[in-house]
């Protein structure tokens, strides 16, 4: 059970490369919590505080699809480590600018589009990394170990967070998050991998491989509707930084403790479903899974936003979790497999528009529809939807289109 569990960790540059993030990750989600402290210090408006939220995805969305040719051209460990140092620096100036009290709205418009940009090159980057640390046996048990650290440290980072921003203001958070990086930049340079360029390389044109990526995608139907759906949850299901706040305060009644215990529900749902995924990794990325904990994350959003009692909310919220980390880590790891290595970075790139870069989408129709509804209504809405096109797309699937890569 528990090699099978950490059977990742067999590979010696995985073990360094997941050390590092697990310090660097504890620190960006620091920051992600004294962010929003310090917009609200600096505007009192939650209107400008979701513009800051979405310059961080909007470059996913727009320039998604032509960082992808970078990412398969150029060594991945260089790319990120040049996004892990834009990063770090961009985390010193917002904590240069706090603690000299000449910061200003609009440095963090700038420095969250940083963050975007940066993010846009990293997240896929290091997405199609791991598959060349651990090779194709283990990338669905690798990206469950990175999935529990990410969640462990989005549990840990806000706690931790909140502490120093009482004790000492939001700057040392932001200079906690630079100096973390320092623990990933040095796991990078730790790395034994083959950088070399190969000869016969084709040459860089960036619009024909962006193109080749999209035609990629189109002909590969498995790799499509995986695509299709991880957009669909990112519109319509995975809305919670938007909708749980306003359902514990307006509806359940509650205050920021209770709020608080409601996203560590969630977290430990994630939290559990991390761990899940690393165990169930030997039988692969089976459609069953990722179909399943759709159409789970579904019923419950439907659960959800049908009742009004605060421990059942906590309890379905923490299924939600579960349900968002098996359904991600299992699309995560069936496009990568199915995606020819010379194209797997700019497919990746595809798949983090439809993962990350559609959040302000997804954040405007959990807005407008809690404001004109009600946050527990957005919930069901947003599981109606997601539940009927599951039940489409099962309906269109068959065995032997899926063992022909299709579905």
């Known amino acids: 059970m528990m090699k099978s569990l950490l059977s990742s960790f067999r590979h010696r540059n995985f073990r360094i490369f997941w050390s590092g993030q697990l310090v660097s990750l504890i620190g960006t989600w620091m920051q992600n919590a004294a962010q929003p402290w310090l917009v609200l210090e600096l505007t ?3 209107f400008k505080l979701g513009v800051v939220t979405a310059l961080q995805f909007l470059p996913m969305l727009f320039l998604g699809l032509f960082t992808g040719p970078f990412i398969d051209y150029f060594p991945k460990r260089r790319i990120i480590i040049a996004a892990q140092v834009l990063l770090m620096a961009q985390a010193f100036v917002l904590a240069f600018l706090v603690w000299t009290g000449a910061v200003e709205y609009w440095h963090v418009l700038v420095l969250a ?3 975007g940009i940066a993010n846009t090159l990293d997240m896929p980057a290091r997405q199609s990394f791991l598959i060349e ?24 980072g806000p706690a931790i967070a909140g502490i120093l921003i009482a004790a000492l203001g939001t700057a040392v958070c932001f200079l906690v998050n630079g100096l ?5 930049l040095a796991s990078l340079f730790a790395l034994r991998v083959d950088e070399q360029i190969r000869p ?3 040459a860089f044109r960036i619009l024909k491989d962006a193109g080749e990526a999209i035609r990629e995608v189109r002909r590969t139907p498995i790799v499509q509707t995986t695509i299709i759906m991880v957009a669909l949850v990112s519109i319509f299901a995975a809305n919670f930084n938007v909708l749980v706040p306003v359902f514990a305060r307006n509806e359940l009644m509650r205050d920021a403790a209770g709020f608080g215990f409601l996203l560590s529900s969630f977290g430990a749902g994630a939290l559990v479903g991390a761990v899940s995924l690393t165990v169930m990794s030997r039988m692969g990325p089976k459609p069953a899974l ?11 959003l439907i659960a959800l936003g049908s009742q009004r009692m605060y421990g059942l909310s906590a309890f379905l919220l923490a299924l939600c979790g579960w349900c968002v980390v098996t359904f991600y880590g299992t699309a995560n790891t069936m496009v990568q497999l199915n995606t020819e290595d010379r194209l797997r970075g700019r497919v990746m790139s595809i798949y983090t528009m439809a993962f990350a870069g559609l959040s302000p989408v997804g954040s405007i129709f959990a807005g407008t529809a809690a404001h004109w509804f009600r946050a527990s209504t957005t919930f069901a809405i947003g599981g109606l939807i997601c539940v009927m096109v599951f039940i489409v797309i099962i309906m269109r699937r068959s065995k ?3 063992q022909r890569r299709e579905w």
């Open 113 to 115: 589009t940083v963050v």
């Open 400 to 402: 032997d289109a899926y």
């Open 200 to 202: 016969g390389r084709p």
């Open 133 to 156: 640390l651990v090779g194709r046996e283990d990338l669905m048990n690798a990206i469950g170990l990175n999935s529990a650290i990410f969640n462990t440290a989005r549990a840990l």
């Open 290 to 300: 990722l179909l399943g904990s759709g159409i789970g994350l579904s019923l419950f």
């Open 44 to 46: 009192g408006s939650a």
């Open 180 to 184: 973390s990086f320092l623990a990933v």
